[in-house]
């Protein structure tokens, strides 16, 4: 019987260590400001000498304005540790996103973090769907918020009659970007498994490979 109960509590171990590498790990000091002079990325970067470490290291001025606007109307500006450095090791990461009259963020999911998303003025159309493929949507307005849980795809359109600012946060500070459009149309899937998948004809998949992936892509079997 304790070799049995032995083997349990170990595979019980074994199972809770890998839930918990399921998301960033809890910072070990008070912050991590990343040494500049290194040549690593941010990401892994060694921390800076803390008496050198100032007010400003904790202040991002980037998302005053808008970034550029794609053709759905969405201007983003991502914020992560790579170009914000206070936030090294502290697990969030946020975006400032604006949408233009009847503009839209396309389908997409995050596979690293549950988003957080407030509305700083407008009414937007916000949903995501489960794995049931049950739609949950409700048009939000300013000072309300709505919660995308980790990893199901989601979406936003602007209903107002006047552009919208939405600010985003996740609990990763490396929380990844899959865009439906970019995943199915831009990374070289095969044609003829588009064509299967959607019910597409060639010319309407070239068509979209157009739109969402301008450069030519090599389609791999």
Not at 50 to 72: A, E, Q, R, W, Y
Not at 127 to 152: A, H, Y
Request: aromatic share 12%.
């Amino acid at each position: 019987m304790y070799p049995k109960l032995l083997v349990l509590v170990l595979s019980s171990f074994y199972f809770l260590s890998l839930l918990a590498l399921a998301s960033d790990p809890d910072p070990v000091q008070d912050f991590c400001i990343p040494n500049t002079r290194s040549s690593r990325s941010n990401f892994v970067s060694p921390c800076k000498n803390f008496k050198l470490v100032t007010p400003d290291d904790f202040v991002f001025s980037g998302i005053k304005s808008p970034g550029n606007f794609t053709n759905t109307g969405l201007a983003a500006v991502s914020v992560n540790p790579s170009i914000f450095s206070g936030l090294n090791t502290l697990g969030m990461s946020f975006v400032h996103a604006d949408l233009n009259i009847s503009g839209i963020n396309p389908p997409h999911f995050h596979p690293r973090a549950t988003e957080i998303a407030y509305i700083v003025r407008g009414k937007v159309y916000s949903s995501f769907v489960d794995s049931n493929n049950r739609v949950f949507s409700k048009v939000i307005e300013q000072g309300e918020v709505m919660v995308f849980p980790k990893g199901l795809v989601h979406f936003m359109m602007n209903v107002g009659e006047t552009p919208a600012a939405i600010f985003g946060c996740f609990n990763s500070q490396n929380p990844g970007n899959m865009k439906i459009p970019a995943v199915i149309f831009g990374s070289g899937i095969s044609d003829e498994l588009l064509e299967k998948a959607f019910g597409l004809s060639l010319k309407q998949i070239v068509v979209m490979r157009r739109k969402f992936f301008p450069k030519k892509t090599k389609v791999k079997y």
